[in-house]
């Protein structure tokens, strides 16, 4: 057999072979070729989790749990503002998956802010449910300020969802603030939580703080506890990186061979002048045609821990404030602002690419994103149903109950 002939045949089967195996790695990834979107949208550890979430939302309910005392202050408030959504709710699988599974102590230092953002809260369908008096630490409304009162209605009136959301959630924040917690997270009412989030987080909150001293600043503006990865794929503003990266590539195995042929006499049989242009102007570029195409979160996925987020990341989801950046500037920036209409989250990411503010994100995530119908009337699917338009971290789904629940009770000093 030619020697030419052989090569294209021997990397026609190293081709092939790394197709099959990134088809069977990279398939959960939504920023690859091999994306399979109903498979990677299976709620795995979701599902056990709202399964959880309800069952202890209903032994709150039927009086079974009782909350025990409080820390004061707490070491972290959890505010979260919900409204009315066209026949469906999640608030009580976001408050039944932040609570389940919490030791006596870890909820003693926590506070649960929930803010039903309407100026009649009964329209809200779990006002005045059982379940949420009994995990709930505070439940304030419009009633308690004449001024928001006023204000509130003229949103409603206007139907500026943009507007109302964030006054609502400046709101849910400031009722955190007044708990003295030096750090507040604001969640979205339709995510659940991973067993053991609490321990996650407050390490997460550590090395965010230190990282951020590492760099010269005080404070962070945030640590982001949920993202989409589809968003961290490769981007078309970094193509000049990605050509700079390939071309250095495809020099170095030209550089490579003709070294091997000169120094290596033996390797000429296979390493003909005319292999030489097969391999670095065919072989290579298919080559790297195969790792663009595999996904950036497959082939060169997040590391474990706080890092960076600052741009391409979604959404609010799930958002940690330390307390004297909600007092001293995000809270004034609301106020200031009240009648944008841009949505909270873009209204907080503008923000911080104005003052330079750092983001963090842990990875990976401690909450799903499970919300099959929007706040302001827009549907997106059937409740249960994860389809390929919803926002969802599919590295979420790969975490293991049993595991999980080993490590908390690690982290609380009993015997897993």
């Not at 106020?335 to 983001?359: C, H, M, Q």
């Not at 969802?392 to 789904?397: A, D, H, I, P, S």
Request: hydrophobic fraction near 40%; charge should be neutral.
């Amino acid at each position: 057999m030619h020697p030419g002939i052989g090569l294209v045949l021997g990397f026609l089967f190293m081709y092939s072979s790394l197709i099959g195996y990134i088809r069977s790695t990279c398939w959960k990834d939504p920023t690859s070729k091999f994306f399979q979107a109903q498979r990677a949208h299976a709620p795995a550890y979701s599902a056990h989790r709202i399964r959880q979430a309800e069952q202890y939302a209903e032994s709150v309910a039927t009086g079974q749990r009782t909350q025990g005392t409080r820390q004061n202050p707490p070491e972290l408030c959890i505010g979260i503002p919900s409204v009315q959504r066209d026949g469906i709710s999640y608030l009580k699988l976001a408050l039944g998956s932040l609570q389940q599974g919490l030791s006596a102590g870890e909820r003693a230092g926590l506070r649960f802010v929930v803010f039903l953002a309407h100026t009649d809260q009964s329209k809200h369908p779990d006002y005045h449910q059982p379940w949420l008096a009994g995990m709930a630490d505070s439940l304030p409304s419009y009633d308690d300020d004449p001024e928001r009162l006023a204000l509130a209605k003229v949103m409603e009136l206007n139907q500026t969802h943009g507007t109302k959301s964030k006054f609502d959630y400046s709101i849910t924040m400031e009722e955190c603030e007044k708990t003295g917690a030096p750090y507040i997270l604001m969640v979205e009412d339709d995510v659940v939580f991973l067993d053991g989030w609490r321990h996650r987080t407050m390490q997460a909150v550590d090395e965010a703080t230190a990282k951020s001293w590492g760099t010269g600043h005080r404070d962070f503006l945030y640590l982001r506890l949920f993202y989409y990865e589809g968003l961290l794929g490769w981007n078309s503003e970094s193509w000049l990186t990605y050509l700079g990266s390939s071309l250095a590539v495809a020099t170095f195995v030209l550089c490579f061979l003709v070294l091997t042929r000169r120094y290596m006499p033996a390797a000429r049989l296979y390493l003909t002048r005319s292999a030489l242009p097969l391999v670095t102007l065919i072989f290579t570029p298919l080559l790297i045609i195969l790792f663009f195409s595999a996904g950036r979160n497959c082939v060169l996925p997040q590391p474990a821990g706080v890092h960076l987020m600052p741009k391409n990341a979604c959404c609010g989801q799930g958002l940690v404030f330390p307390r004297t950046t909600v007092v001293n500037e995000l809270l004034p920036h609301f106020r200031n602002n009240r009648w944008s209409e841009v949505p909270t989250d873009s209204f907080i990411e503008e923000y911080a690419d104005a003052k330079g503010a750092l983001r963090w994100a842990l990875t990976p995530v401690v909450m799903q994103h499970i919300g099959g119908r929007s706040s302001h009337g827009v549907a997106r699917g059937a409740y249960g149903n994860m389809t390929g338009g919803n926002i969802w971290n599919f590295g979420f789904e790969e975490n293991d109950a049993e595991t999980l629940a080993a490590e908390h009770l690690r982290m609380n000093g009993q015997p897993s």
